[in-house]
């Protein structure tokens, strides 16, 4: 059974940092395309990182490029989001998701995003 299974987050000040993590069972990790994504209450979700398989190619939205890190452990079959400088306008539901079709990752929430993460609250406030 494909499994994503999610730690890290939690309730942060503006300015600090969190790292999320995203550990796969049942499937290798480096093999796929992972995204990262957030939900905030009241709106969409939305694509924050992703990193593609094979070439490590990563893409961020821009309201994060600069304070966003996705990497990825192959030993640890994890992926990792590090968060610095956190703004109250990051606080949302954090979500990984494997791609199980396309090596190159997007930031949409396309369907062959089909294993998902179970979601991991962060919370940015003073």
């Known amino acids: 059974q494909l499994q994503l299974v999610q730690s890290g987050g939690g309730l942060v000040q503006p300015g600090g940092s969190l790292r999320l993590s995203c550990a796969a069972s049942?499937?290798?990790?480096?093999?796929?395309?992972i995204g990262w994504f957030r939900q905030a209450p009241g709106k969409e979700r939305e694509g924050v990182s992703c990193?593609?398989?094979?070439?490590?190619?990563?893409y961020y939205v821009d309201s994060v490029n600069g304070r966003f890190t996705i990497s990825r452990d192959n030993a640890a079959n994890t992926v990792y989001l590090q968060m610095n400088n956190l703004k109250p306008e990051d606080t949302a539901v954090y979500f990984c998701?494997?791609?199980?079709?396309?090596?190159?990752?997007?930031?949409?929430?396309?369907?062959?995003?089909?294993?998902w993460g179970q979601g991991t609250q962060v919370t940015v406030s003073a």
């Open positions: 998701a494997a791609d199980s079709v396309f090596h190159v990752c997007g930031l949409h929430a396309r369907p062959t995003y089909d294993t």
């Open positions: 049942g499937f290798t990790l480096k093999n796929y395309a």
């Open positions: 990193i593609s398989s094979s070439v490590d190619s990563t």
